[in-house]
């Protein structure tokens, strides 16, 4: 047997008033979903555990099988994995975004304009990253480049105890209440302010500003945590895996619990990425004896926090046509095969951010007949189903045929 997860970051939603109360989902034209949604068991599960914060991270733990309340650590430390970044006990993990802050005289009276500096390219930020670690690299103190807007700053014996925003958070909105606050948070905002003098002039934000991009302005401290313990996959379910995945985040989960990280030219996080390039892939581990493989696509998510409904729509739509396409006409040279497709959380177009809101899944095995002729894939549809999967790190057991999920 194989398995694959499809999983659309940020895919659901909520009803929206300019699509006539419907959903993205609902919206989207996406036959290969609608197909599977007739011959699969559909329900909805709850990958935000009660009292932890709605990240990809906690979700994307949750979706791997693993109960985030015992080994979540924080999110910085999983994209440090992926990295290559060596984190000691000592260490905390900051994820460090390149934002777009307005241009104001005071740090603290500025707006947040752009938590992705207008989706910057890895090799423009990586050269704003570069020249930031050279000016602000101390003792205690590294900086190192990622991808697109999403770095990562170590910081030896940094306390965890502060309370830090994530920037997709608070998009528009004046960033005053949403500063550092707490133990050693000054030294944080300090950091903070003097990336701006240092980013101001660089002569790649010159460059943007001149194509009409919104430039980077400033980093964005948040997501602390220390180095995560994670079980191996293969240990928890006896498969070998693999991830592909576009974010740090995501590949840095699949690489601490084991699995092979496939890098795949191209793919972006967001609509821009190599749809089909993540389908062929898969399939590629696939035939090279892997087990299980897990497909991540950012776009939606990305979408969701920009508030642009027409891009989610259509981030659905590539994702139904440029990926599960293909990878459905290659599973066919399988005997067995099992997919699962969902969403970690959904990023409602309503407030550009993450809730905890249980999300629609769907798994289709070979050979299943029909379940439901008039079934779906929207959160609706998934809600008619009376199947709600509370402990969401339980879906994966239900999904890999190690019993009832709870």
Known sequence: MRYVVLLGDGMADWPVDELGGMTPLQAASKPNMDALAKHSVMGLVKTIPDGMPAGSDVANLTVFGFDPGEVYTGR???????????????????????????????????????????????????????????????????????????????????????????????????????????????????????????????????????????????????????????PLFVEKYGLCGSVISAVDLVRGIGKATGMNSVAVPGATGNIHTNFRGKALAALDELKSGRDFVYIHVEAPDECGHQGNIQDKIRSIELIDSELLDPLLRGLKDFEDYSIMVLPDHPTPIAIKTHCPNPVPFMIYRNGNGIIDQDAVYTEECAARKNLLIEKGHTLMDMFLGFGIAE
Not at 140 to 168: E, Q
Not at 200 to 228: C, D, F
């Open 76 to 230: 910085s430390p999983l994209e440090a994995i992926s990295m290559g970044i060596k984190l000691s006990e000592h260490d905390v993990a900051l994820r460090c975004n390149l934002v777009t802050l307005s241009d104001t005289e005071e740090y603290s009276d500025a707006v947040m304009l752009d938590y992705s500096s207008g989706e910057i390219t890895t090799g423009e930020s990586s050269e704003l990253i570069k020249a930031t670690a050279q000016e602000m690299n101390r003792d205690g103190v590294s900086f190192y480049p990622g991808v697109s807007y999403r770095h990562c700053m170590v910081w030896k014996n940094g306390p965890l105890d502060i309370d830090l925003t994530p920037p997709h958070d608070i998009s528009g909105k004046p960033i005053k209440s949403y500063l550092p606050k707490g133990r050693e948070s000054d030294f944080l905002l300090d950091l903070m302010e003097k990336s701006r003098d240092i980013l101001k002039s660089h002569p790649v934000n010159i460059r943007r500003i001149e194509k009409g991009l919104n430039p980077a302005t400033s980093i964005w401290l948040w997501g602390q945590g220390k180095k995560p313990a994670i």
